[in-house]
């Protein structure tokens, strides 16, 4: 009889007289623990093995001057990546409310606006794990991050680009990820060799992010940067 056939039988034979069944089964080695793996990331997101292909042919560059960098145009965003969070996907919907409907839970939405504008939902912050309420009157407690920030995209090759072509990025949704204020705050425009995501188990989806947002507009790394966010994929 095959040894879990055996198993079976004196499990029901132990239950049946009131005794209690416990068995060690040899199952060798213990497995090796898990890696973190990918968390929740835009769709596109390139996965660990293509994530790390990808970052091995970015440009390796020192980051350029700031120089022509405007910031304060409409809702704090640079001038020259365009107005904020224009409706580039023409869902009759902006960028920053298709982001908060991707990323919060419970979401609620105002009457009148086609199921468009979001004024109550939970946040499950990606960069620290925390569970964040969000409402409209209180909105930049939970803000929109650019993933790679406008300011270094503009030094790590942005700044070459048409306004238009900017335009594009920065409403890129594979992009944009909603967090909290203070996360925003404490990241700003830094790449991955001077902020990481406070949680640890957000470290490898974070990197993959970075990588595919770089890959696809053609984006340099530092040096740093570069080693930096291969540590980060050695989470995965």
């Known amino acids: 009889m095959p040894r879990s056939a055996v198993v079976a039988l004196l499990a029901v034979l132990f239950a049946l007289t009131g005794c209690e069944f416990e068995w060690q089964i040899e199952s060798g080695p213990p497995a090796p623990a898990a890696s973190v793996g990918q968390g929740d990331v835009p769709e596109g997101t390139l996965d660990p093995a293509a994530a ?20 304060g145009c409409g809702d704090g965003e640079g001038c020259v990546f365009g107005p904020a969070w224009a409706d580039v996907d023409r869902n ?97 425009d830094s790449t991955a060799d001077e902020w990481v995501p406070p949680d640890p188990a957000y470290a490898c989806s974070y990197a993959t992010v970075v990588i595919t947002v770089k890959s696809r507009y053609a984006l340099s790394v530092s040096p740093a940067e570069s080693d930096a966010l291969e540590d980060l994929l050695a989470t995965c």
Do not use: I
């Not at 790390?52 to 910031?71: F, I, M, N």
């Not at 209180?138 to 270094?152: G, K, Q």
């Open 92 to 188: 009759g919907c902006d960028q920053r409310n298709d982001v908060l409907h991707r990323d919060l839970a419970e979401v609620e939405v105002r009457e009148g606006t086609q199921g468009c504008v979001v004024v109550a939902g939970v946040l499950v912050d990606p960069y620290t794990g925390a569970t964040v309420p969000f409402v409209k009157a209180d909105a930049a407690e939970v803000p929109v991050d650019h993933v790679v920030p406008l300011a270094a995209a503009w030094v790590q090759g942005a700044a070459l680009w048409t306004t238009d072509e900017r335009a594009v990025f920065a409403n890129d949704l594979g992009n944009l990820m909603a967090t909290t204020r203070e996360q925003n705050s404490a990241k700003g």
């Open 52 to 71: 790390a292909a990808a970052l091995v042919a970015l440009p390796v560059e020192e980051k350029t001057s700031l120089d022509g960098y405007e910031r």
